[in-house]
């Protein structure tokens, strides 16, 4: 009697969470089950085929993984190794009031990405540019036709802005986990800084260091806004070419769009599955 | 009296200076974070600024100009709808549920704490994609509903973290047995007794998705597009039509946002209400 009106209680209680497990459903789950099932399917004749992904193999899209995957990487290191830096000086900074304030600028600029941050790179990294025409009044340095913002390289730029105070987010925490302590015993048996770091920083550092990596190619890998302002078609990069499909810029039979659009959510699951590993290894040391 | 300069001529003598490759750092991380910034509100009343390094003279014109902008404020107007909208359906989706699952439905929080980072898993364009696909019927159809609907799924993490992070720190549960040996149903608790506790949380939260939204470019893009121009559409629009009204527009754009964070910043130091504040004897 005891056991049914407990299972009787359990179940009624989940029809609490029905309203948003609905909505989650609906416009989140649904769809992209659909999605996934669309890659599938031939349109015409509605069989199934894995033609759309077959299709996938031209320089086109080829290109556009590749160049996607590069950005993202790249700009994800430049992030992990120079957020990690300035993170370590905005821990090791002895004011109290700085580290709230320059932590609070970081939260801020990290959610900059978009429309109004590609201009801004553009007012400064453009052809007339405030760095550029700086260089070339005071360093004889003429930074175009070789460089311009419009491009790979200039994309870095501006997604190394958001990607650096992400990281610096990410990794304050965690240096909460190198007790000083150990520093000054490792001192003490005669290690130097270089050695303290090398072989007990970095490797406590290290899951942090992986979570934070992820995270940042993840970031930059799904990023639409800021590469559609400043690249647009100069360079294929695979959130730009699953919005032309969207738009109907491109006459492309919609199966390859998703068939692009699962094989992103592959490398981004694959991401956020390795963050959260990582997160929970990087946990360890926090706590203790 | 005595004791006083005792302290401070210790902390004088132990205050510890930062290291040179510190202030190197800072000063680097500073300086790339803000020149854009500050080169765009300079843009935006610069007369003529393709020469030289700093502008060769100062106008207002350009705002004037932004402001006769035939869409400027039914663009306004219309990011304020969605953003509200947003928070207020993730208000009132996200508390109850968040509530329900902590007091009601511990089990559950794994599966609610998985369905939080889904969205960071699938890319805006690939939410976009699929809702496209899938609700491809009127009257949804690359309706403002559907972005509405889309919105949420983007920003509901951003009210998520807040909520339950204010919810632990009130001891809900004490509270709602509190309330409830004293004769109050379910939603007597939730309005009367949790809701005004977990304020400052649900604020922070309402702010963040609040910006978040108004900022918004690629799911509004994608899925209405012209249909429910929002001020990031008329920015990426002017973008290509005149810079100078564009810079206006994001010095717009950046100065809502710092706005917001201000705010959320402020809301956050009021501090939240744990249990012990309110045991504690004044």
């Known amino acids: ?288 | 009296m005595m004791k006083k300069t005792h302290d401070s001529a210790i902390k004088s003598e132990r205050r510890p200076r930062p290291a040179l490759w510190q202030i190197i750092c800072i000063v680097l991380f500073l300086f790339y974070m803000l020149l854009p910034i500050i080169s765009t509100y300079v843009f935006s009343i610069a007369k003529r600024w393709d020469r030289t390094i700093l502008p060769e003279g100062y106008t207002l014109d350009f705002y004037k100009r932004a402001f006769q902008v035939s869409y400027f404020g039914s663009t306004l107007r219309n990011s304020f709808i969605l953003s509200l909208s947003t928070a207020l359906v993730i208000l009132i989706i996200i508390v109850p549920t968040v509530y329900w699952v902590h007091t009601r439905l511990t089990r559950a929080k794994p599966l609610l704490d998985v369905l939080m980072i889904l969205p960071f898993g699938i890319p805006m364009v690939v939410l976009a994609l699929s809702l496209v696909q899938i609700y491809n019927f009127p009257p949804i159809a690359r309706s403002p509903f559907l972005l509405i609907g889309a919105m949420v799924v983007y920003a509901m993490p951003f009210m998520y973290r807040p909520v339950v992070n204010a919810m632990q720190a009130i001891d809900a549960n004490t509270l709602t047995e509190a309330g409830q040996s004293l004769g109050a149903n379910v939603f007597q608790v939730l309005m009367q007794i949790i809701i005004p506790n977990i304020l400052p949380g649900i604020l922070s939260g309402g702010l963040l998705v609040f910006s978040t939204v108004f900022a918004e470019y690629t799911l509004t893009s994608l899925i209405v597009g012209a249909r429910f121009k929002t001020f990031p559409l008329l920015l990426v629009e002017y973008t290509r039509i005149n810079g100078n009204v564009a810079a206006t527009f994001s010095v717009i754009s950046f100065t809502i946002a710092w706005l917001a964070s201000i705010l959320i910043l402020w809301v956050g130091s009021k501090g939240q209400h744990t249990t012990a504040d309110t045991i504690r004897v004044r």
Not at chain 1, 46 to 52: E, K, P, S, V, Y
Not at chain 1, 79 to 85: I, R
Not at chain 1, 126 to 144: A, D, E
Not at chain 1, 156 to 170: H, K, N, T
């Open chain 1, 1 to 288: 009697m005891i056991i049914k009106a407990k299972s009787r209680k359990a179940r009624s209680a989940w029809l609490g969470l029905l309203p948003f497990l609905l909505f989650c459903l609906v416009f989140e789950i649904v769809p992209v089950l659909f999605l996934i099932r669309g890659s599938f399917i031939e349109k015409s004749s509605g069989a199934l085929t894995i033609q759309h992904y077959v299709d996938l193999n031209h320089p086109l899209y080829i290109n556009s993984f590749l160049n996607s995957i590069k950005l993202s990487g790249l700009t994800a290191f430049i992030g992990v190794v120079l957020g990690t830096f300035i993170g370590y000086a905005i821990y090791r900074w002895p004011s109290v009031h700085a580290r709230e304030i320059l932590t609070a600028l970081s939260d801020v600029t990290t959610n900059f990405a978009g429309a109004p941050l590609a201009f801004a790179f553009v007012v400064v990294l453009g052809m007339n540019g405030v760095v550029t025409q700086f260089l070339l009044q005071y360093f004889q340095y003429k930074l175009y036709p070789d460089f311009s913002i419009y491009s790979f390289t200039g994309l870095i730029f501006a997604y190394v802005y958001f990607q650096l105070p992400l990281m610096v987010l990410l990794i304050l925490p965690a240096f909460a986990g190198i007790k000083k302590e150990w520093q000054e015993s490792s001192q003490s048996l005669g290690a130097n800084t270089f050695q303290f770091w090398w072989n007990i920083g970095i490797p406590i550092l290290m899951p942090s260091l992986i979570a934070g990596f992820t995270l940042l190619f993840a970031n930059a890998f799904g990023a639409y806004a800021t590469a559609y302002t400043l690249v647009q078609s100069n360079l294929a990069l695979v959130t730009l070419q699953i919005g032309y499909m969207i738009t109907g810029e491109v006459r492309q039979d919609v199966g390859v769009g998703m068939a692009m659009a699962v094989l992103s959510l592959i490398i981004m699951s694959l991401g956020i599955v390795i963050y959260q590993i990582a997160t929970l290894r990087a946990h360890r040391w926090s706590k203790s």
